[in-house]
């Protein structure tokens, strides 16, 4: 069992950067993807970012693509999204996920195991 505990949230005004932690504990071996989630009132839960955590390969969705980065340290086992020039618009609830490679689809939330508990963004304009 993998335990995600994500922090960094916050509000900022549009423009500002946040970074977001993945903590992860458990069985954390072998090779997995780590993803980023996030999901406004009223809307899906949207694909952010995922990572590979031994090769270290990104993915990202297109509304994040050039703004956002993801990363990971190994040696603690955690996951970083560094959030860049944010807009109003990225207001919402960002979950961590991960799964063990293979994964089904990186894209897709029901690809994923294990989730962390949340954490709000609020943008102001």
């Known amino acids: 069992q993998v335990q995600l505990v994500e922090s960094g949230g916050g509000l900022v005004q549009a423009g500002d950067s946040l970074r977001l932690s993945c903590a992860a504990s458990g069985r954390t071996f072998g090779d997995y993807v780590m993803g980023w989630f996030r999901q406004a009132p009223g809307k899906e839960r949207e694909f952010v970012a995922a990572?590979?955590?031994?090769?270290?390969?990104?993915y990202y969705g297109g509304s994040v693509k050039g703004r956002f980065t993801i990363s990971r340290d190994n040696a603690k086992d955690t996951g970083y999204l560094e959030m860049n020039s944010l807009e109003p618009e990225d207001t919402a609830l960002y979950y961590c996920?991960?799964?063990?490679?293979?994964?089904?689809?990186?894209?897709?939330?029901?690809?994923?195991?294990?989730w962390g508990q949340g954490t709000q963004v609020t943008v102001s304009s």
């Open positions: 996920a991960a799964a063990p490679v293979p994964i089904a689809s990186t894209f897709s939330s029901s690809s994923y195991h294990y």
């Open positions: 990572i590979t955590w031994i090769f270290g390969n990104k």
